[in-house]
């Protein structure tokens, strides 16, 4: 898995590593963080803001680092981001201790810890531009495409890591200790991290990058798709992982052992989509792929909100997690399509900024929904405004759809 494509630069092999050692933790701390805070006495609604929060944070960071990050050394920048994951695992540990709330949510703002699905982490644009370094052309593009696949097979193997709390219990350990510890292993990883991105060499770019141009002739195009984008994603943060591992908790009292099994399998097939949608946007088109593979995944998720038993709900989830991740790389490569190559970057920017941004502030609602006991309201919800989103997106650009090549 960590063999490189033919002309990268073997520094690459340490970002991959560190990429798989970010998301085997992001797999368990998803779905132990709303068990965690539930032992620590709080409520759904204060497991929502905690994702909300943390979103919310990552989303500033990455536009700092977007902003003035090509000030400092890459490598420095990545040894700094690792230092505040470790602090984030171990204050989580110790601050549950204490059982206050407040501090909790601000570490979970500033910290790099990751409630979703995706990776969203300060790290993100650290190590995509590093990587962009790494190599040139195809070599690139199949570097990125090994770069998202080991980060979702590791998250998927990760969640499987949500038993250990129930040994540990098992073997005389109070609960609430044993939860504690897998926040003591997620700051380890970031000093382990750490020692990696140490061993990186520190060399600044030397080749004068072209000034990006600002959007111009495909500026409604952009603007259009952003505010879809936007909806897309604050539909999805009503039901982050950690809002769905909650919604099986308090739904079907699904134990931590189950949850991670059933995270695993469908994070297994969530990368498996991703890297099957390639394959059909070159026969039925960028547009028809995210669309007509998007609607599907959104009723199963509707459906499983009224599910009458544990398997039902199951199988639906598990049906949504295979189709629901197609639209990830169309969507990417459907922007560098419609824009001029001199707008790409800009394009990149204007589009992933109002999407993170909206993607932080709908937990909280979820959570909220939670807490006032409309369990089925954030998959219903979140389903409806992404069928809405699918269909907005088909009549506004399948004029623009072109197969994939």
């Not at 960071?61 to 990050?69: K, S």
């Not at 790494?134 to 590791?154: D, I, K, M, N, P």
């Not at 989830?317 to 399509?337: E, G, H, K, N, Y």
Request: proline share 5%; with cysteine; glycine share 8%.
């Amino acid at each position: 898995m960590m063999l490189l494509p033919a002309g990268t630069a073997p520094e690459a092999r340490l970002l991959l590593i560190g990429r798989a050692l970010r998301a085997f933790t992001d797999g368990f701390v998803a779905i132990l963080l709303p068990v965690y805070l539930l032992t620590l006495g709080f409520g759904t609604w204060e497991v929502g803001l905690i994702s909300t929060v943390t979103l919310l944070g990552s989303a500033l960071a990455t536009l700092a680092v977007g902003q003035w990050g090509h000030r400092f050394p890459q490598r420095r920048l990545l040894l700094a981001a690792a230092c505040l994951m470790a602090a984030t695992g171990l204050l989580l540990a110790g601050l549950g201790g204490i059982g206050a709330f407040w501090p909790l949510l601000i570490v979970a703002f500033v910290g790099t810890m990751n409630p979703s699905s995706g990776d969203v982490s300060v790290f993100l644009p650290l190590e995509h531009a590093r990587l962009a370094e790494s190599a040139q052309g195809e070599a690139r593009t199949f570097l990125f495409a090994r770069y998202t696949f080991v980060g979702a097979l590791c998250a998927a193997t990760g969640s499987l890591a949500t038993v250990i709390p129930q040994v540990l219990t098992d073997a005389g350990l109070a609960p609430i200790d044993a939860l504690r510890l897998m926040f003591v292993a997620y700051g380890l990883t970031g000093v382990a991290i750490f020692v990696l991105y140490r061993a990186m060499p520190d060399h600044h770019v030397h080749e004068q990058a072209a000034e990006p141009a600002p959007l111009g002739p495909s500026r409604g195009i952009v603007i259009k798709l952003a505010a879809l984008f936007s909806v897309d994603a604050f539909a999805g943060g009503l039901i982050v992982n950690t809002l769905l591992a909650l919604w099986l908790f308090e739904r079907f009292d699904l134990s931590l052992a189950a949850a991670g099994q059933f995270f695993f399998w469908a994070g297994l097939l969530s990368a498996g989509s991703q890297l099957a949608a390639p394959w059909v946007a070159r026969r039925i088109g960028l547009i028809n792929t995210m669309v007509f593979t998007h609607i599907p995944s959104s009723v199963c998720l509707i459906l499983a909100a009224f599910a009458d038993s544990l398997p039902e709900a199951l199988a639906l989830l598990f049906l949504r997690s295979a189709l629901s991740q197609m639209d990830v790389p169309t969507r990417s490569a459907f922007v560098m399509a419609v824009v001029t190559p001199s707008e790409r970057a800009a394009a990149v920017s204007f589009t992933t900024v109002p999407r993170s941004l909206a993607a932080a502030a709908s937990p909280a609602i979820g959570g909220a929904l939670f807490a006032a006991g409309w369990l089925a309201a954030p998959l219903v919800t979140c389903g409806l405004l992404k069928i809405a989103y699918d269909f907005a997106l088909w009549r506004a650009f399948r004029k623009y759809e072109k197969p994939s090549s």
